[in-house]
C-alpha cells in the first residue's frame, strides 16, 4: 500500500483539500480500504467530524493502518531530485528563448530620434512644449551620447522619448522626421527593444527599473536582426501610421498652442507640423505629403525658415517642378521662351 516518493513527477494531491501532500505524508495511509488523504484532513475527520473513512465509511483507528515516516537520507534525496528537476525545467525554457536574444520588439509608445545637437541633448530641453513635450505627456527621455549615429553631420546624439500613449508617439515621428535644427536633419522612428537577459534566462531581474523586456512581446512587432535590416519595421510602423490615418484623418494636430511665449516666435518644429497638420487635414496621404514637401521646400532645405500656406500649396501643385521642365525640354520640337 506503500508509494514511492518518486513514482510520478507530478506530485500527488490529498483528495478532500486538494493540496499537495506533505513529503512526509507520501506513505501515510490512514484507512485499511487504502483511501489516502493528509495527515491534516485525517485530523479534521477524527476531532471536528464524525470520524469516518471518507470511502468505506469505517471508522477510522487510533493508529493509522499505514504510516512509514521518511528517513533524513530519503528525504535529502527527495528534495535533491526536486531540485534538480526545476533547473532541467529552468534550463529547458532558457533553451526555448535563446533565438529571442536576436529580436527586437517595436515600442509604439517610443520614439527613437538621432542628429541632435549639443543644445538639445538634455532630457529636460527634449521635454519642453516646443520641443517634444508639445506631442503628449512624456514618460521618460534617455540621451545617448555616442557618435556613432552621426554620419555627415559630424557629432550628434541620440534621445529615446517614451511617452504615455501610442498616438502621441506617431505624431512625433511625423512632425520631427528630417527637421533640421541647429544645422542638423533630424532622423525620428519607433524605437526597438531587447529581452532581459535574466528573463532569457529564466530567472528573476534584480533590476527594479529595467527597461528591457521581461515577458513575450507582440509577435507582429518582433523582428530578427536580418528583418530590420531589410526594413521589416518600417513597413510595422507605417501600418500602424496608416491605421490610426484611418481612425483620425487630423491626428497631427495639436491642441496646444504651437507659439513660444517666451521668445514670441514659432519654432522649427512647430513650423514643420503647421503645414503637415494642415495638409494632412486636406486627405492627402502619405506619399503625397512626401512629394509635396520636396516639392514646396526641397530635399536640402532648411525647414525651419520656411512657413507655407494653403495658397502655396495650390500654386505648387499647378506649376511645373524643375525635373519637369528638364523632361519637357528634353522632348523634340519644344522650345522655351
Known amino acids: 500500500m506503500s508509494r514511492s516518493p518518486d513514482a510520478k513527477e507530478d ?5 478532500l483539500c486538494m493540496e499537495p501532500l506533505e513529503i512526509d505524508d507520501i506513505n501515510f495511509f490512514p484507512c485499511t480500504c487504502g483511501y489516502q488523504i493528509c495527515r491534516f484532513c485525517w485530523h479534521r475527520i477524527r ?39 526545476q533547473n532541467e525545467r529552468k534550463q529547458k525554457i532558457s533553451e526555448n528563448r535563446k533565438h529571442l536574444a536576436s529580436v527586437r520588439v517595436v515600442q509604439k509608445n517610443l520614439v527613437f530620434v538621432v542628429g541632435l545637437s ?27 551620447n555616442s557618435t556613432s549615429y552621426a554620419g555627415s553631420q559630424g557629432p550628434s546624439a541620440s534621445a529615446y522619448v517614451t511617452y504615455i500613449r501610442s498616438e502621441d508617439a506617431l505624431r512625433a ?7 533640421v535644427v541647429d544645422g542638423r536633419t533630424l532622423k525620428a522612428s519607433l524605437g526597438t527593444t531587447k529581452y532581459c537577459s535574466y528573463f532569457l534566462k529564466n530567472m528573476q531581474c534584480p ?32 501600418k500602424l501610421l496608416q491605421e490610426l490615418y484611418k481612425l483620425n484623418p487630423n491626428f ?15 519654432t522649427p518644429l512647430q513650423r514643420y507640423d503647421t503645414w503637415q497638420s494642415y495638409y494632412v487635414g486636406q486627405a492627402l496621404d502619405l506619399e503625397q505629403l512626401s512629394k509635396l514637401r520636396d516639392k514646396l521646400i526641397g530635399q536640402n532645405s532648411r525647414i525651419e525658415c520656411t512657413l507655407l500656406s494653403w495658397g502655396d500649396f495650390i500654386k505648387a501643385r499647378e506649376s511645373p517642378t524643375p525635373q519637369d521642365m528638364a523632361e519637357q525640354n528634353a522632348k523634340p520640337g519644344y522650345m522655351t521662351t
Open 47 to 85: 476531532t471536528d467530524e464524525n470520524g469516518l473513512c471518507p470511502a468505506c465509511r469505517k471508522p477510522y483507528p487510533e493508529d493509522p493502518a499505514v504510516y512509514k515516516p521518511l528517513s533524513q537520507e530519503e528525504l535529502q534525496r527527495i528534495k535533491n531530485e526536486k531540485k534538480q528537476k
Open 173 to 179: 515621428i511625423q512632425c520631427v522626421n528630417n527637421v
Open 252 to 266: 497631427l494636430q495639436l491642441s496646444t498652442g504651437s507659439v513660444d511665449k517666451n521668445k514670441n516666435k514659432v
Open 207 to 238: 533590476k527594479p527599473d529595467c527597461m528591457y523586456l521581461h515577458e513575450l512581446g507582440d509577435e507582429a512587432a518582433s523582428f530578427t536582426k536580418e528583418e530590420m535590416q531589410a526594413g521589416k519595421h518600417q513597413e510595422y510602423e507605417q
Open 118 to 144: 549639443q543644445r538639445l541633448a538634455d532630457p529636460e530641453v527634449l521635454k519642453r512644449p516646443e520641443y517634444f513635450g508639445k506631442f503628449g505627456k512624456i514618460h521618460k527621455v534617455v540621451i545617448n
Open 11 to 15: 506530485p500527488v494531491e490529498c483528495p
